[in-house]
């Protein structure tokens, strides 16, 4: 696993975590605190690394379907719907995975 942050006035206010690579796809985990946004110069970084520095084809990211903010977020970032996993949050609810394709990413 890697991973990258953005840090203001000595507070982490967002970050990316990287993991189960395998040449092909990296999954793809961030947080952003509240209130705060990321500069374009981060969110350019954030894909580089997969799609540039691993040579990544693909990034993924999964979500539970009832976290209506990060799937906003996915999307707003380019990121597409591939499939639902129905039941398969830790409360019964359904998590959403995410696809986005080193070609359709407008950041690289």
Not at 42 to 52: G, H, L, N, S
Request: aromatic share 10%; charged share 25%; glycine share 12%.
């Amino acid at each position: 696993m890697k991973g990258i942050g953005i840090e203001v006035g000595g507070e982490l206010v967002a970050g990316v975590i990287y993991g189960e690579y395998n040449t092909v796809n990296v999954w793809m985990h961030v947080a952003i605190a509240p209130g705060r946004q990321a500069s374009m110069e981060f969110v350019q970084e954030v894909f580089k690394y997969p799609f540039i520095d691993l040579g990544c084809k693909r990034v993924s990211a999964s979500v539970e379907a009832r976290n209506a903010e990060s799937r906003r977020l996915c999307e707003h970032l380019g990121f597409r719907e591939e499939v639902c996993l129905k039941g398969a949050a830790s409360d019964g609810g359904d998590i959403v995975l995410y696809v986005m394709w080193k070609e359709g990413c407008r950041y690289v």
